[in-house]
């Protein structure tokens, strides 16, 4: 519990200072709570507040309530129902529950009067709103809260270390499934196994795509088709896993036979190690996207796709064609994790440049940060429509490679000083 008193103690740190710089004495932290579907008597799996996920590492709480005032110990009103409906899980003896001042709460109406409290802001969603407007989710606060959590505590970096190491369980055991035949459901499914995880304790929607699948970035269904493997061609998954709340977000591409997308893929790997190995502190995410562009070029140039140098391909912005989204973006209690185009605690915003609308990060990377790094290479249909006929693209070897729909390689990465620490790897 070392790490997680260290953690604590920087959120009380973060929080004291940014409640100073919002001229609020203190704050209450709402958990959430699930909502049904509209006339409906269920609803869609709850996602709890990362802001209090940040000092509770209990994912599935819900209808509860922590207090902060400088100085204190932190309060904690833990809703425990008394329930024969749902299973209960009694969470106020864990060890977490040494850092705060625990009171179990079975109904709402045990819930303090938050009003009596003068100065407060509220954070937490609009399914319960006890203050007004203007001390609800106030954006100086927010700003100053979401400006501390890019740099992870040694925690936080754990809790994403140990989601990678179970994502990876679950990469392999979608690879091998990949090459027995196995149809996207298939694969999916072996993934959850593999990871011990189920639907609802996935930080986000598993992409699972065959062949020509890969060239829809967000590919959305698994398909229980099986097909022949004398027409399997290549693989993309993107999926992570969740470890205290915390998430990992892994991308690997594999081809059916070692043939020259295979090849590309190896390219491929080797260029995006060689960006990871530049995300250092200090590092322009910006000029690294740059590069990733620059990086990807060298290998459409190389594979015949591209009859123009690399360098001329970016100019004309051809590259942005195969490669239409950023380089990445922070990691952490939310996949994609907050404060990726502001610099500074007060919330000044660096919008991505004009021709990269799609990058999430836009700041120079800083000590302890954890990113992604996922170059991408794709042959997207409706993008190719749109510069049909350029007389830089091999249009033979575009249709050669379409199939295969494209390679993504993701890895999750802690910015250090003049170093990096490879969580997937």
Same mark, same amino acid.
């Given at each position: 519990?070392?790490?997680?008193?260290?953690?604590?103690?920087?959120?009380?740190?973060?929080?004291?200072?940014?409640?100073?710089?919002?001229?609020? +004495?203190?704050?209450?932290?709402?958990?959430?709570?699930?909502?049904?579907?509209?006339?409906?008597?269920?609803?869609?799996?709850?996602?709890?507040?990362?802001?209090?996920?940040?000092?509770?590492?209990?994912?599935?709480?819900?209808?509860?309530?922590?207090?902060?005032?400088?100085?204190?110990?932190?309060?904690? &009103?833990?809703?425990?129902?008394?329930?024969?409906?749902?299973?209960?899980?009694?969470?106020?003896?864990?060890?977490?529950? @040494?850092?705060?001042?625990?009171?179990?709460?079975?109904? &709402?109406?045990?819930?303090?009067?938050?009003?009596?409290?003068?100065?407060?802001?509220?954070?937490?969603?609009?399914?319960?709103?006890?203050?007004?407007?203007? +001390?609800?989710?106030?954006?100086?606060?927010?700003?100053?809260?979401?400006?501390?959590?890019?740099?992870?505590?040694? &925690?936080?970096?754990? #809790?994403?270390?140990?989601?990678?190491?179970?994502?990876?369980?679950?990469?392999?055991?979608?690879?091998?499934?990949? &090459?027995?035949? #196995?149809?996207?459901?298939?694969?999916?499914?072996?993934?959850?196994?593999? #990871?011990?995880?189920?639907?609802?304790?996935?930080?986000?929607?598993?992409?699972?795509?065959?062949?020509?699948?890969?060239?829809?970035?967000?590919?959305?269904?698994?398909?229980?088709?099986?097909?022949?493997?004398?027409?399997?061609?290549?693989?993309?998954?993107?999926?992570?896993?969740?470890?205290?709340?915390?998430?990992?977000?892994?991308?690997?591409?594999?081809?059916?036979?070692?043939?020259?997308?295979?090849?590309?893929?190896?390219?491929?790997?080797?260029?995006? @190690?060689?960006? #990871?190995?530049?995300?250092?502190?200090?590092?322009?995410?910006?000029?690294?996207?740059?590069?990733?562009?620059?990086?990807?070029?060298?290998?459409?140039?190389?594979?015949?796709?591209?009859?123009?140098?690399?360098?001329?391909?970016?100019?004309?912005?051809?590259?942005?064609?195969?490669?239409?989204?950023?380089?990445?973006?922070?990691?952490?209690?939310?996949?994609?994790?907050?404060?990726?185009?502001?610099?500074?605690?007060?919330?000044?915003?660096?919008?991505?440049?004009?021709?990269?609308?799609?990058?999430?990060?836009?700041?120079?990377?800083?000590?302890?940060?954890?990113?992604?790094?996922?170059?991408?290479?794709?042959?997207?249909?409706?993008?190719?429509?749109?510069?049909?006929?350029?007389? +830089?693209?091999?249009?033979?070897?575009?249709?050669?490679?379409?199939?295969?729909?494209?390679?993504?390689?993701?890895?999750?990465?802690?910015?250090?000083?003049?170093?990096?620490?490879?969580?997937?790897?």
């Amino acid at each position: 519990m070392k790490l997680f008193q260290q953690h604590i103690e920087k959120v009380v740190a973060a929080t004291t200072h940014a409640l100073a710089l919002s001229a609020y +004495d203190g704050v209450w932290i709402y958990s959430g709570h699930p909502e049904n579907n509209f006339l409906d008597d269920m609803g869609p799996p709850h996602s709890i507040n990362p802001h209090f996920k940040w000092w509770v590492p209990v994912p599935h709480i819900t209808s509860s309530v922590l207090h902060f005032i400088p100085g204190q110990k932190p309060t904690v &009103y833990l809703h425990q129902p008394a329930d024969f409906w749902h299973k209960v899980i009694d969470n106020s003896q864990d060890k977490w529950a @040494q850092h705060f001042d625990v009171k179990v709460i079975g109904h &709402y109406s045990e819930l303090p009067d938050f009003k009596a409290n003068k100065n407060h802001a509220w954070i937490g969603s609009k399914e319960l709103q006890p203050l007004d407007d203007k +001390d609800t989710n106030p954006k100086a606060l927010l700003d100053a809260l979401h400006f501390a959590r890019i740099q992870k505590t040694d &925690y936080e970096i754990n #809790c994403i270390r140990q989601a990678n190491i179970t994502a990876m369980k679950g990469h392999e055991a979608a690879r091998l499934a990949f &090459y027995d035949g #196995c149809s996207e459901y298939e694969i999916h499914m072996a993934y959850l196994q593999a #990871c011990q995880h189920n639907e609802y304790e996935m930080p986000y929607g598993n992409i699972v795509a065959l062949n020509e699948n890969p060239s829809v970035l967000h590919y959305q269904f698994q398909s229980r088709e099986h097909i022949p493997s004398n027409e399997l061609k290549s693989f993309l998954i993107d999926a992570g896993a969740s470890h205290k709340g915390y998430a990992s977000d892994i991308t690997r591409t594999y081809s059916f036979q070692q043939d020259a997308f295979a090849d590309m893929i190896t390219l491929m790997d080797e260029k995006q @190690q060689a960006l #990871c190995n530049q995300a250092v502190a200090g590092q322009d995410y910006v000029d690294l996207h740059l590069k990733a562009h620059l990086y990807i070029s060298e290998v459409l140039h190389q594979f015949g796709v591209f009859k123009c140098d690399a360098e001329t391909a970016v100019s004309q912005g051809l590259s942005s064609t195969f490669f239409p989204h950023g380089l990445g973006h922070y990691l952490g209690l939310q996949v994609h994790d907050v404060s990726g185009h502001v610099i500074d605690e007060k919330g000044t915003v660096k919008s991505p440049p004009e021709a990269h609308p799609f990058l999430r990060l836009t700041d120079t990377l800083r000590e302890n940060a954890v990113i992604t790094i996922e170059p991408g290479l794709y042959f997207v249909p409706m993008l190719m429509k749109e510069i049909a006929g350029h007389k +830089d693209v091999n249009w033979d070897k575009v249709a050669e490679f379409q199939p295969f729909g494209g390679i993504r390689i993701e890895d999750n990465i802690v910015v250090k000083q003049g170093g990096i620490e490879n969580l997937t790897r």
